[in-house]
């Protein structure tokens, strides 16, 4: 699939940038705060994620790719930030315990904004106590839509490395949504 709004912004069309923002901010925002833990950091860093696409303008000429580009800079400006701060990370623990609480407000205002029903919602809260490496590779595929291969680019693996690992990882989603209760779907 071609993306289009991304072809017209290099074409010189400003507006197309929005139509960029309006399809992506949100799932930005969902996995840069798998890392921060905090929407206003989030906002920063996916802002800043935009920001380079639009200044380095890559060669991308399918919907994969865009997701694919955007996802990348996004974890990548996400782990910067939170290796950067002794108390950017400090300060990302304490909300991650408010979010496990299940009362932070701008998660539940994200999650409705996504309109991401029960399973959803909760299959998200889980992936917050799993290991990072198996948090991003089922965040990759299951909310951004990346196929193995696209995930294994975001996370510089082989797309094996990226099977493997979400192989691994449906595992343990299930055991935490069990802990919570959840016997729904197969993931």
Known sequence: MECESYLRFLDGDQ????????????????Y?????????DAEDIAEDALIQLAAEQP????????????MKNCRKLA?????????????AEKELQEWESND?????????????????????????????????????????????LESATVLNCS???AASTAYQARLELKKQMEKEGYFGEKL
């Open 15 to 30: 507006s197309a940038m929005q139509e960029i923002v309006e399809q992506y901010w949100d799932i930005m925002l969902l």
């Open 32 to 40: 840069v705060n798998t890392y921060v833990h905090s929407i206003p």
């Open 59 to 70: 060669d991308l000429e399918e919907e994969s790719q865009l997701k694919t580009y955007l």
């Open 79 to 91: 782990q910067d930030a939170v290796k950067g701060t002794p108390q950017f990370k400090a300060a």
């Open 104 to 148: 932070n407000v701008d998660l539940m205002m994200l999650e409705d904004r996504m309109k991401l029903d029960d399973s959803k919602r909760l299959m998200h809260r889980a992936l917050l106590r799993l290991k990072r490496k198996y948090r991003d590779v089922l965040y990759l595929h299951y909310f951004v839509g990346l196929s193995y």
């Open 159 to 161: 797309e094996k490395q």
